[in-house]
């Protein structure tokens, strides 16, 4: 099984900073994605396929990495990107495999 | 619009049954794998279990394995997930979700849409 871990557990920042999420698995993956998740509401997936944004996210939020180490940066917080961040990977599986979220906070 | 509404769920004692349903609409159901992804009070997301797009391979987390069945009827655009046995710690909010591409041959791949989330607590 691969093991995704992130880090921060939790980011402070405030709107209008840029902030980068980090991303680490235990062997070399292929395939990552990044979510977010607000309370109360289903997770929505921001980037798939380590850099590409998935339909209506925004420009601000931009995926990279390889191998074991990944990042998503967010260009400028907006107040609604205040939120858990989770990577997945889809590489080898089952199963499939998520971070154990960074919390964005104001 | 792709919507995936949840049904069941609640409040069940350790060692009954539980099922859950996810009705898909907005796009095309059957050439998409389908997942079921949960999280626990407090906790991160853990993925569950996976069907391919024809029904004819599923996949299942070893937490579950042997109590859960995931199945899907594409005539009726549904997706079940049949719980078993089930314990306290799988008390969590479930989700529903829809791969990113459609598969003609299952492969592993990331969620594009979710259902709203039911609660299901074993106490």
Redesign the interface.
């Known amino acids: 099984e691969i093991v995704m871990t992130q880090s921060p557990a939790t980011l402070s920042v405030s709107p209008g900073e840029r902030v980068t999420l980090s991303c680490r698995a235990s062997q070399t993956v292929r ?1 990552l ?1 990044w ?1 977010q ?1 607000r309370p109360g509401l ?4 921001l980037i ?1 396929d380590v850099s590409t944004r ?2 209506g996210v925004p420009a601000r939020f931009r995926g990279s990495g390889s191998g074991t180490e990944f990042t998503l940066t967010i260009s400028s917080l907006q107040s609604e990107d205040f939120a ?1 961040y ?1 990577c ?1 990977q ?12 960074t919390k964005l906070e104001i | 619009e792709v919507q995936l509404l949840q049904s069941g769920g609640g409040l069940v004692q350790p060692g009954g049954s539980l099922s859950l349903s996810c009705a898909a609409s907005g796009f095309t159901f059957s050439p998409y794998a389908m ?1 079921w ?1 949960r999280q626990a009070p407090g906790r ?4 569950v279990s ?1 069907i391919s797009g024809s029904g004819s391979s599923t ?4 937490s579950v394995k042997g109590r859960f069945t995931i199945s899907r009827d594409n005539s009726k655009n549904t997706l079940t997930l049949q719980m078993n046995t089930l314990r306290a710690d799988d008390t969590a909010i479930y ?1 529903c979700a829809k791969d ?1 591409r459609p598969a003609s041959i299952f492969e ?5 849409a ?4 039911t609660l299901v607590t074993v106490s």
């Open positions: 395939n994605a979510y998740h289903a997770p929505k997936l798939y998935a339909t858990v989770y997945q889809y590489t080898n599986w089952p199963p499939w495999t998520f971070g154990q979220g | 997942s992804v991160g997301l853990e993925w996976a996949y299942y987390a070893d989700y990113v592993g791949s990331c969620f594009d979710w259902g709203q989330g």
